[in-house]
């Protein structure tokens, strides 16, 4: 896609830099949960995932039922390749994994899988009081919630790695404003990119993971990210956020099988 055919948000401070803030511009799916129960099918958080019977509920290491986190139903989200068009995408967290604030890629300790349209005609699983047992008590998400989404395009987010490649780091001390704001001010005020989302660009508390690292830059794409929101009782540690991170180029042939979640909260 060309990028003048891109409509973003540029602050009025910042018009001097639409054309660089455009170059950037990724798409991004913004998700707003609402509280309504979901359909199985649905898109959602927490609650009850749609399984069949020939998949099975995933198990973490100790061999527990992991929590189901959020599920993404691509049809209701209208994104670009490299994502899909169409299918369900779910994420689970072991029942320790809530407590741990560190990244880590362990298979063990979160699971993500994915079910191709053609799959989801199939006998469906409807009984689930095989997680009686689970602990939820510490869970970040207290009740489930159907998610809605608006779809845009978002420049290089405050805290990404790769906002060097569009502006020099010496200009973030630059004052560009007549009551000496910094082009660092207007960007954070901006473009922070704390929100609940697919795709776009992440939002880091500290620093990202990814900024020393050329092994860890090949998980360029945000595939999920949810943020602490007490309004919408969802509370990761202190006021922390979660991030799942993939390939594009595993995205593009639906392969999940390397995931990079990264946590990360206040100190």
Not at 165 to 194: G, H, K, V
Request: some cysteine; overall charge negative.
């Amino acid at each position: 896609m060309n990028h003048y055919e891109k409509n973003i948000y540029v602050p009025k401070e910042l018009i001097h830099f639409q054309t660089r803030l455009t170059q950037s511009a990724e798409q991004v799916a913004i998700l707003n949960p609402v509280f309504q129960p979901a359909f199985l099918q649905e898109s959602k958080f927490a609650g009850l995932p749609f399984l069949t019977h020939e998949l099975e509920h995933p198990k973490d290491a100790q061999n527990q039922y992991m929590l189901f986190l959020a599920q993404i139903n691509f049809e209701e989200f209208q994104l670009e390749q490299p994502f899909p068009a169409d299918g369900i995408l779910q994420f689970y967290i072991s029942q320790q994994c809530y407590k741990q604030v560190n990244y880590h890629a362990q298979s063990g300790h979160f699971k993500v899988q994915y079910f191709p349209k053609k799959t989801l005609n199939k006998n469906y699983l409807q009984d689930f009081t095989y997680l009686k047992d689970a602990n939820l008590t510490h869970f970040p998400i207290q009740q489930e919630m159907k998610l809605r989404a608006t779809t845009q395009f978002e420049p290089v987010s405050a805290t990404d790695y790769r906002l060097n490649d569009y502006f020099n780091p010496e200009i973030m001390t630059t004052s560009i404003t007549l009551d000496d704001r910094s082009f660092e001010d207007i960007y954070l005020e901006s473009y922070l990119a704390a929100e609940h989302k697919i795709g776009g660009y992440p939002y880091f508390i500290h620093e990202d993971f990814r900024k020393q690292s050329f092994h860890l830059q090949y998980y360029d794409t945000l595939l999920l990210q949810i943020v602490s929101n007490d309004a919408q009782n969802i509370m990761w540690g202190n006021s922390g956020i979660i991030s799942f991170f993939i390939n594009s180029e595993k995205l593009a042939n639906r392969d999940f099988s390397d995931i990079y979640l990264h946590m990360d909260e206040y100190e």
